[in-house]
């Protein structure tokens, strides 16, 4: 089955221990993305990498990290969390940049 | 001005009605348009595509206005399973190559 993973699905941390958010595709897309997604501000990409070794910032990336050293999984890193990084984040991968995305389950982090 | 903009709504209907959905976009280069259904707490999901001649799908129609720049969702014989968040993205011409998503705008179909 066609799809996009990722895990954790639900996180509660403390401010600055640092953790990773896995995203694995088995589309074997090009082009990854991270999202958060908060209330009344949508849906807003963080990095993105349009293939292996190439990752790049989106609107917001300041306080994340990302790679992809493999086609196929796009982690995000938080080195020291914080507060206002609570949010629901998706992972999405996509043939190109702007073709259909396909979205992961999403990962509720809570950051307290 | 957000580059996409969508009335959050929500818009609460009986069952069977006709609901519409704007959303528009500031970006006038904006090439690629879509509408993605979202349930609480999920993922977004591509409900269609939107075409420059408007397209259709079952109870759903999508149409593009690039003069005002906007597209926008007809949805006919609202059904209870209609209810959702209804996001539109569009791909606008730059060298980052990604979709920019509306906030959402919400239905809620009531029996």
């Known amino acids: 089955e066609a799809q996009v993973t990722q895990n954790p699905r639900y996180l509660i941390t403390v401010t600055g221990k640092k953790l990773t958010v896995t995203c694995s595709q088995n589309m074997n897309h090009e082009y990854m993305s991270w999202y958060r997604q908060d209330p009344g501000l949508g849906l807003r990409q963080i990095y993105y990498?349009?293939?292996?070794?190439?990752?790049d910032k989106g609107d917001v990336p300041e306080g994340y990290k990302v790679s992809r050293k493999e086609k196929r999984n796009f982690p995000l890193i938080l080195e020291s969390p914080s507060p206002n990084q609570t949010s629901l984040y998706f992972c999405?991968?996509?043939?190109?940049?702007?073709?259909?995305?396909?979205f992961g389950p999403g990962t509720r982090l809570t950051v307290l | 001005r957000k580059e996409v903009e969508q009335d959050p709504g929500p818009f609460n209907v009986p069952e069977g009605a006709t609901v519409a959905f704007n959303c528009t976009y500031s970006n006038s280069a904006s090439q690629s348009f879509f509408w993605y259904r979202q349930d609480c707490r999920k993922e977004p999901k591509l409900l269609m595509s939107?075409?420059?001649s408007g397209n259709e799908d079952g109870r759903f129609t999508a149409q593009l206005n690039r003069a005002s720049q906007y597209i926008s969702l007809l949805i006919r014989d609202s059904k209870l399973s209609d209810s959702a968040t209804y996001l539109c993205a569009t791909r606008g011409d730059t060298g980052r190559r990604a979709l920019t998503f509306g906030s959402g705008t919400r239905l809620q179909v009531q029996p």
């Open positions: 939107v075409y420059s």
């Open positions: 990498s349009m293939n292996v070794e190439v990752t």
């Open positions: 999405a991968s996509s043939v190109s940049g702007g073709s259909e995305q396909f």
